[in-house]
């Protein structure tokens, strides 16, 4: 893993509204690679699968976000030339670009709720994008106008090749592909008599290409497609994209490898990454340059033709983890927490983390601040630890519940509850040190505890359960939801109001103290993990797919929110000078306003000295005196991170950033320099 030490200069902004969510971690973001394009061997593009799009000026050697022009899941991306490209995905979506991506406008087809899986271009004007279940359209105006074709198939289609003007290829699922002979205007439907599911096919000539795809397969044709052969690997990994140079070369992604061939096909090396993986996206420069993204947002390049593997993703906690809550001490001091007995701890804001041993394994789900020192945390052995010092070192305050601890909540210092597997709820009445379980008559899972006051709460559970209490939990009562899918959480709004949420994007409303309730559907349906209520009253919803709902009216009425991420968001907190943190999964740590500037009393350990950077101003490149492997993050005024990697040389390419001052933060181990810039044209 690369550890990546950021520190940022102080700057005195008020909280905008219209802030954007940054990434923090990991670098330069944290949603799955679904495929590249590189239109020459330095400039590329990729797509995510929250709809961003990123941009490399050096060959895959450092990415940048350069737009969020969609928030649906984007398949497929094609570039004609430097400035002009397409991107494709779910729910129909189609974006183009004409100055290099720097903008992007949607587009509109005779479809809305389909998968568009791949886009190609012939030129300007002629492209064809295909999908699901025999969706094939084509433009013949750069996309203005689009027009079905009939191919007589109902087959998934996945991607698209032209190896010459006229004569086209579209792989499919079952054992399909397609070929045009007239420039897509007609199209033949071809049985490989071969049940396997393909993801990808690439001609390196009018006469030789491959199809491959799911459990290992691997097919060729050298004469146009008239017969295949089988090439498939004996480990039967699922193939999601290729690469191929010439008739000799070509490169694979796979799950947890990449896959080289240098004699057409015959023989295939196999080479593992770190991590083992899952790569959606390959491109490859020569026979020793490739780039490849993972589905778990990782960017690896090779120079040497597959032997060794440069992650540039950077980081500041261990990658891959689950992190299910984030809470705040104040505005420097937060921690996250997750799978694995995972906690990392941040006392600067969230410029860098530390491990913190949490003397469990089991995963934690919920963490719960008492006051400025103390706080507890509850996971799925049963155990409940507690910090005094900040989250600094954790000790046992509760152990030999049996079954899961999901949730946790307290009122005040003394009094806390915690729900769970098995129809459990327990309850503290001093500050955890004792807990005793209560009578819920039910052996339903709970999934999340919430109370107005030491006597009203309500707890929610799977198949739409609600039970309440007006005595602190001596009796528990059920309540009628009117839903029979999960409630995964709940919210005091204020005594009266209770806001719970679901499967299904469900959101629940009680005026009454959660005596009754009804229920209305919210975030596309996408089931609502957690709740955040602001300290302007504002109510967030957020969950699966990285969607985020707000109310400002205590849940009568809905808005969607900026789409930031598809990553499921597990947790939403306000600092208490209202910045928002997010995380969730993929090790995802997220910011929306400015960052603190780092508290350097609290790091005497650190050696912060400035950086010298040149030339300055400065339009396409900077040099810095910096050794290979240090971390590097720049940052506009607002103290948005907008360009960040590991240091490979001491050139930074700035060319995509826009005119203004940055900061620029370099960190080795417990150093960090710091120096500033001026980006012109």
Request: charged fraction near 15%; include cysteine.
């Amino acid at each position: 893993m690369k550890t990546l030490f950021v520190s940022i200069i102080i700057i005195v902004m008020p909280f905008l509204a219209a802030a954007q969510w940054s990434w923090l971690n990991p670098a330069p973001q944290g949603d799955g690679i679904t495929d590249m394009y590189f239109v020459d061997n330095t400039t590329g593009f990729a797509s995510t699968g929250s709809g961003a799009i990123l941009k490399s000026s050096n060959a895959g050697a450092s990415w940048s976000i350069i737009a969020n022009p969609t928030e649906e899941y984007l398949n497929a991306i094609y570039f004609l030339n430097a400035s002009l490209g397409f991107a494709c995905g779910e729910n129909c979506a189609v974006v183009k670009t004409t100055d290099g991506g720097n903008s992007w406008s949607e587009i509109t087809t005779p479809f809305s709720d389909d998968s568009f899986k791949d886009i190609y271009f012939l030129n300007a004007d002629t492209g064809f994008i295909c999908g699901d279940y025999g969706i094939l359209i084509r433009t013949n105006n750069g996309g203005l106008t689009w027009s079905s074709i009939s191919t007589g198939s109902s087959e998934n289609m996945t991607a698209i090749c032209f190896p010459t003007a006229t004569t086209g290829y579209i792989s499919a699922q079952d054992g399909y592909f397609f070929k045009t002979t007239d420039r897509g205007t007609t199209w033949t439907e071809v049985d490989m008599i071969i049940a396997e599911d393909f993801q990808c096919i690439w001609f390196v000539d009018a006469n030789t290409g491959w199809a491959v795809g799911d459990w290992g397969a691997i097919y060729k044709t050298t004469n146009s497609g008239t017969s295949w052969n089988s090439q498939s690997l004996s480990t039967h990994e699922d193939i999601k994209a290729c690469s191929f140079l010439d008739v000799n070369t070509g490169f694979l992604c796979a799950e947890g490898a990449v896959f080289k061939t240098t004699n057409g096909g015959s023989s295939w090396t196999r080479y593992s990454l770190e991590n083992n993986d899952y790569f959606q996206a390959i491109w490859a420069f020569d026979a020793n340059n490739v780039v490849v993204g993972s589905k778990y947002a990782r960017l690896y390049r090779t120079s040497n033709g597959g032997s060794t593997w440069s992650d540039y993703t950077s980081d500041v906690i261990s990658p891959g983890i689950q992190l299910n809550d984030i809470a705040c001490f104040d505005n420097n001091k937060i921690l996250v927490a997750g799978s694995g007995g995972a906690i990392f701890r941040t006392i600067n804001g969230g410029h860098s983390w530390d491990s913190i041993p949490s003397s469990i394994s089991s995963e934690i789900n919920d963490i719960e601040i008492l006051n400025a020192t103390t706080a507890l945390a509850c996971s799925n052995s049963g155990q409940i630890i507690k910090t005094t010092n900040s989250g600094a070192s954790w000790s046992t305050a509760m152990n030999g519940f049996t079954g899961f601890l999901l949730s946790i909540f307290a009122i005040d210092e003394a009094h806390i509850w915690a729900c769970g597997q098995s129809g459990q709820i327990i309850k503290s009445t001093d500050g955890g040190t004792t807990w005793n379980s209560q009578t819920t008559g039910t052996t339903d899972l709970f999934f999340d505890i919430s109370f107005s006051d030491v006597n009203n709460g309500v707890a929610v559970t799977w198949a739409g359960n609600i039970i309440r209490t007006t005595d602190g939990g001596a009796t528990w009562n059920q309540v009628t939801s009117g839903i029979s899918q999960n409630i995964f959480s709940v919210i005091h709004v204020s005594a009266d109001t209770v806001i719970a949420g679901g499967w299904l994007g469900t959101v629940l409303r009680s005026y009454d103290a959660g005596a009754t309730w009804s229920h209305i559907t919210i975030n596309d349906e996408f089931p609502i993990y957690n709740f955040l209520l602001t300290s302007t009253d504002t109510l967030f919803a957020f969950g699966v797919g990285g969607r985020v709902s707000y109310s400002v009216d205590r849940g009568i009425t809905w808005s969607k929110s900026d789409h930031f991420t598809a990553c499921p968001i597990k947790s939403l907190v306000e600092a208490p000078s209202g910045t928002i943190y997010a995380t969730g999964y993929n090790s995802m740590l997220m910011h929306r306003g400015a960052l603190p500037g780092v508290g350097f009393a609290e790091h005497n350990n650190d050696d912060v000295s400035e950086l010298l950077v040149y030339p300055n101003p400065a339009s396409e490149n900077i040099f810095v005196d910096a050794s290979p492997g240090d971390s590097y993050a720049i940052s506009n005024i607002t103290g948005q991170i907008v360009i960040s990697g590991i240091i490979h040389s001491n050139n930074i390419n700035i060319s995509e950033l826009q005119p203004g001052m940055y900061f620029l933060s370099i960190g080795a181990e417990r150093s960090i320099r710091q120096g500033r810039f001026l980006k012109v044209y």
